[in-house]
């Protein structure tokens, strides 16, 4: 006999028929049996033709980025995509240096993504700065670092942030200047990193008036030389131009 467990209790009504006029109640046990288990056949199962290739370029796009954190940049990444705004993915994939650290921290392919995501804006708001920072799994330590550098309030200058951030992980201020350079550059990787004089000269004198230890005069006599070079250059500054000075 199966367990009570496997029947339902319906009351029902019956008429005998030795005794005819009266009603019986008679309780009838009904088992009830579980659903069957449900067997796919390959022309049930539908794959949205665009999932292969959506995968495809998430797949090469993590192993090009190297996040820290693949789960909580891979929600940054399709919630990009679902948007359609700039996806948190560097260019090329970054080759660690054998002195460099595993932790997570911020390299230059990484603060160009940031810059292609932030620099339409022109003024961010600290806090989505924020946020895309921790989409990339920086730690929030370094930003803060870095935004105590100057007198910033709930808004930034991206060009600044952007210019903060090459300090940071230049050695000088020219090597953090070759640092902007090859972030803002419209050549192809390995080309001359050429920038516009304008720009080259607000970075290094934002840069110069953070150190604090550049006179003033001589910043300007500095920038003086390197436009002599840009104007026979269409107004470009080269790599070459300012990496030989002391």
């Not at 003086?224 to 840009?230: F, R, V």
């Amino acid at each position: 006999m199966l367990p009570y467990d496997h029947f339902a209790a319906q009351a029902v009504f019956a008429h005998t028929s030795s005794r005819p006029g009266r009603e019986v109640l008679v309780t009838e046990r009904k088992q009830t049996m579980p659903l069957p288990e449900t067997i796919f056949c390959a022309q049930q199962i539908k794959i949205p033709p665009e999932l292969p290739d959506i995968l495809k370029q998430f797949t090469k796009a993590a192993i090009r980025t190297q996040p820290y954190d693949v789960l909580q940049w891979a929600a940054a990444y399709f919630s990009a995509l679902s948007k359609g705004e700039p996806l948190p993915v560097k260019e090329r994939l970054e080759i660690p240096l054998a002195t460099e650290k595993t932790e997570a921290a911020l390299t230059l392919g990484l603060l160009k993504v940031l810059h292609k995501q932030l620099s339409p804006k022109g003024v961010v708001n600290v806090a989505e700065l924020k946020e895309k920072w921790k989409h990339l799994c920086l730690p929030e330590e370094q930003l803060e670092a870095i935004l105590q550098l100057d007198n910033f309030g709930e808004e930034v200058e991206w060009m600044k942030v952007l210019a903060l951030g090459c300090s940071v992980l230049g050695e000088s201020l020219l090597s953090s200047m070759k640092h902007a350079c090859e972030i803002l550059t419209e050549d192809p990787d390995g080309g001359a990193a050429r920038v516009p004089f304008e720009t080259f000269s607000f970075l290094y004198s934002y840069l110069a008036s953070i150190d604090g230890e550049i006179p003033e005069e001589e910043t300007k006599a500095f920038l003086c030389g390197i436009k002599e070079q840009a104007d026979q250059q269409s107004g470009m500054v080269l790599l070459r131009n300012f990496l030989t000075q002391p």
